[in-house]
């Protein structure tokens, strides 16, 4: 079945580094994408999305980059913090909400 | 406010037992989740409603679990009988609407232990 993946289970970041994540996601009808951060203990938390007719979209230290034409979605994550060690999901919507599996980011001092 | 409550936080019970977990969305939302997360399968969508009407419960895996929304502000899922492939951790969110542009907010998660 179409399922959302993330290409590394775990990525180690020194502080201050930017951070990439990736995301290939096998639906080409979802519309809608959402990256979510979980700290530990703690529920998904909503980082950044961007829909399907656009190809970049940027918060605060984070950018989040869709390739239609590959299936892929990453997020940067800009002077990675401390505070951005967590389980990052990416998640697609169509229809409804479904999350990959999730990559552990650890930021190194 | 307060946001997404669960109740109980921890909940440790032995097999056969019936398990009620327990929800409050945030005020005003009129979408609600309910969620399973375990290392093997990630997160699953169990069950969502939609105005306290159940829209789509194909991710509830048997006639186990069931899951009641009788007014706005509350929601149960339940497990009758539990079993130890139970255990995981469950997860309530609730949002504006179910259209794909309404963020979901997530609860603290209940983490079950079946014995």
């Known amino acids: 079945g179409e399922s959302v993946g993330l290409h590394l289970p775990t990525l180690s970041v020194q502080e201050g580094d930017n951070s990439i994540i990736n995301c290939a996601y096998s639906n080409s009808a979802s519309d809608y994408f959402i990256w979510y951060k979980q700290e530990s203990g703690k529920g998904p938390q909503f980082i950044i999305d961007i829909r399907s007719n656009m190809d970049k979209r940027q918060g605060q230290r984070v950018t989040v980059l869709l390739n239609k034409t590959v299936k892929h979605l990453s997020l940067q994550i800009a002077a990675t913090q401390p505070g951005d060690s967590a389980v990052y999901f990416c998640a697609e919507i169509n229809g409804k909400l479904s999350f990959g599996a999730g990559t552990t980011v650890t930021v190194r001092a | 406010d307060a946001g997404v409550i669960q109740s109980p936080r921890h909940e440790v019970t032995e097999m056969g037992q019936e398990v009620t977990l327990r929800c409050k969305p945030i005020s005003g939302h009129n979408s609600l989740f309910w969620y399973r997360q375990t290392m093997m399968r990630g997160l699953e969508l169990l069950i969502y409603f939609n105005n306290n009407v159940p829209i789509d419960d194909s991710g509830m895996p048997e006639d186990r679990f069931s899951a009641k929304m009788p007014n706005a502000s509350f929601s149960t899922l339940k497990i009758q009988p539990s079993e130890p492939r139970d255990s995981a951790v469950y997860f309530c969110?609730?949002?504006?609407?179910?259209?794909?542009?309404?963020?979901?907010?997530f609860g603290p998660g209940t983490r079950l232990t079946v014995l």
């Open positions: 969110a609730s949002s504006r609407s179910v259209a794909g542009g309404d963020e979901q907010f």
